[in-house]
């Protein structure tokens, strides 16, 4: 087994004990991403969404991945009532062939943002 630990500079450094993507052989476990700034700075859920995606790109590309490689998605948000919204936004990254997916809403996110997404990609 060979294990990597990624790191973009890009991205958001990790706000506890744990790396931004792991890659193990052939496939890379990228963590939970959240657009804090944008989030903060009161941008819409449109935003913030594209902000965790462009987090996302990051580290994908940090690894020698793209989203044509992402195999999974997890979706948490604070309200399902923004699923149009974040759908919208998460739907320009993947035009063909899309990834599985699940979207689930949650009580609280960290930072209290609404939306946080991660996702394993396969090479």
């Known amino acids: 087994?060979?294990?990597?630990?990624?790191?973009?500079?890009?991205?958001?450094?990790?706000?506890?004990?744990?790396?931004?993507?792991?890659?193990?052989?052939?496939?890379?476990?990228?963590?939970?991403?959240?657009?804090?700034?944008?989030?903060?700075?009161?941008?819409?859920?449109e935003e913030e969404t594209n902000q965790v995606m462009l987090n996302l790109q990051h580290i994908l590309t940090a690894a020698g991945y793209s989203f044509d490689n992402v195999v999974k998605c997890s979706i948490f948000v604070k309200d399902m009532g923004h699923f149009a919204a974040i759908n919208e936004v998460y739907g320009r990254y993947f035009v063909q062939n899309p990834p599985a997916r699940e979207t689930v809403e949650v009580a609280r996110l960290p930072k209290d943002v609404r939306v946080e997404i991660s996702c394993i990609a396969y090479k």
């Open 1 to 45: 087994m060979t294990k990597k630990i990624i790191l973009s500079p890009e991205a958001p450094a990790p706000i506890g004990p744990y790396s931004q993507a792991v890659e193990v052989n052939n496939t890379l476990y990228v963590s939970g991403q959240i657009a804090l700034a944008v989030f903060e700075a009161g941008g819409s859920i």
